[in-house]
T-cell receptor, first 114, second 108 residues
């Protein structure tokens, strides 16, 4: 039973380029969450999605960031016109549609903006 | 919003020692998880423990929901236990709020 999958594991972008981060939840999980971890800090919530719906995007920067979880395929976190301050580890988590609220995390994507 | 405080922020121990990590939270929660982030950055689920006590090998955890704290016990520490231990809480199926972590360094 595969865990949460994220790709790429490492991504290097120049300032102004676009970054696309992908997340495939665990089998049977319909809830997806994205978190960002800056160096030497804890994880901060960005967005919570269910299939084709954004449930809570209160942690998303107002500009340049967007997320989707289509009916088919992985969830995508998209960062347009990246800046150096976007350099961070981006983690995806998933949870099942049951009474358990436990979240399972992927290995993360480390984004470096040069 | 909910505040999560972890203590101590840093801990250096000799291999074989025992340790207790604490997590205080400011509101009632229905999800509390402990994670270990290893030196390679991977987040490993240790416990899902909104209340009660659980044990897994050398690790155990206790959450006293009415008093809004949780404890993580590590016995007979090994060098592979090094890393950062995070406590995270939530209300419902929404985002989980992470503490700042306890950085544990086990010396051989």
């Amino acid at each position: 039973n595969a865990g949460v999958m994220q790709n790429p594991r490492h991504l290097v972008r120049r300032r102004g380029q676009e970054a696309r981060l992908r997340c495939s939840p665990m089998k049977g999980h319909s809830h997806v969450y994205w978190y960002r971890q800056l160096p030497e800090e804890g994880l901060k919530f960005m967005v919570y999605l269910q299939k084709e719906n954004i449930i809570d995007e209160s942690g998303m920067p107002k500009e340049r960031f967007s997320a989707e979880f289509p009916k088919e395929g992985p969830s995508i976190l998209r960062i347009q016109q990246v800046v150096r301050g976007d350099s961070a580890a981006y983690f995806c988590a998933s949870s099942p549609p049951t009474d358990s609220y436990e979240q399972y995390f992927g290995p993360g994507t480390r984004l470096t903006v040069t | 919003g909910i505040q999560v405080e972890q203590s101590p922020p840093d801990l250096i121990l000799q291999e074989g020692a025992n340790s207790t990590l604490r997590c205080n939270f400011s509101d009632s929660v229905n999800n509390l998880q402990w994670f270990h982030q290893n030196p390679w950055g991977q987040l490993i689920n240790l416990f899902y423990i909104p209340s009660g006590t659980k044990q897994n090998g050398r690790l155990s955890a206790t959450t006293v929901a009415t008093e809004r704290y949780s404890l993580l016990y590590i016995s007979s520490s090994q060098t592979t236990d090094s890393g950062v231990y995070f406590c995270a809480v939530s209300i419902g199926d929404d985002k989980i709020i992470f503490g700042k972590g306890t950085r544990l360094h086990i010396l051989p």
